[in-house]
């Protein structure tokens, strides 16, 4: 099955700089790769997501890269501001063509923006 | 959050009991999950469902049970059977059934407290 590894766990910046958060993920037939956002106390909110057929997607400060040779990707989030501080989640879905894939998570990444 | 409504948002249950963790969605919605998330790990599929009176298991269905009786309801029950079953419940819902690629609108969540 798949498994999702991502990396760093913790993650600190300064406000203004640019922040990377890398997945990597085992099951080359995964073509579904979303990027969740969770605030403290709250449910996951989808941000970006990137299908196969795609290398880049970018949406304002947010742009997630996709790399299916290597079976990586990446999130990339530029002038980072404190309301950016929150734990990023990747995840990978395998679509059986019809029937329901499982989206299986990474372990999340805790991002801290500093005034 | 969406129309996704999670209740309650704690509780707290004695070893040994069944509780009952509520999920609606008024976004007339066909898919509905459940997900646990524990400290620093990523989220878990515990049950999902495509359409009304029809559910699966995911990969840790042990000690939980579900129904799904309306299309908007998707009521998750917590078991004597379940081992550790301190932990944030998630509910999400998409828009489509059998679709894999398709968004999860995540709920508040429910964090659930056995003594």
């Known amino acids: 099955g798949e498994n999702v590894e991502q990396h760093p766990s913790t993650l600190s910046v300064q406000e203004g700089d640019s922040a990377v958060i890398k997945c990597t993920y085992s099951d080359s037939a995964s073509n579904y790769f979303p990027w969740y956002k969770q605030e403290l106390g709250k449910g996951p909110q989808l941000i970006i997501d990137?299908?196969?057929?795609?290398g880049e997607k970018k949406d304002q400060r947010i742009a997630v890269t996709l790399n299916k040779t290597a079976k990586h990707f990446s999130l990339h989030i530029t002038e980072t501001q404190p309301e950016d501080s929150a734990v990023y989640f990747c995840?990978?879905?395998?679509?059986?063509?019809?029937?329901?894939?499982?989206?299986?998570f990474g372990k999340g990444t805790k991002l801290s923006v500093k005034p | 959050d969406g129309g996704i409504t999670q209740s309650p948002k704690y509780l707290f249950r004695k070893e040994g009991q069944n509780v009952t963790l509520s999920c609606e969605q008024n976004?007339?919605?066909?898919?509905m999950y459940w997900y646990r998330q524990d400290p620093g790990q990523g989220l878990r599929l515990i049950y999902y469902s495509q359409i009304v009176n029809d559910f699966q298991k995911g990969d840790i269905a042990e000690g939980y049970s579900v129904s799904r009786e309306k299309k908007e309801s998707f009521p998750l029950t917590v078991t004597s059977a379940q081992k550790n079953p301190t932990a944030f419940y998630l509910c999400a819902s998409s828009i489509l059934a059998f679709a894999a690629w398709d968004t999860q609108y995540f709920g508040p969540g429910t964090r659930l407290t056995v003594l």
């Open positions: 976004l007339n919605h066909d898919a």
């Open positions: 990137i299908r196969s057929n795609v």
């Open positions: 995840a990978a879905i395998e679509d059986y063509g019809g029937s329901q894939g499982n989206l299986i």
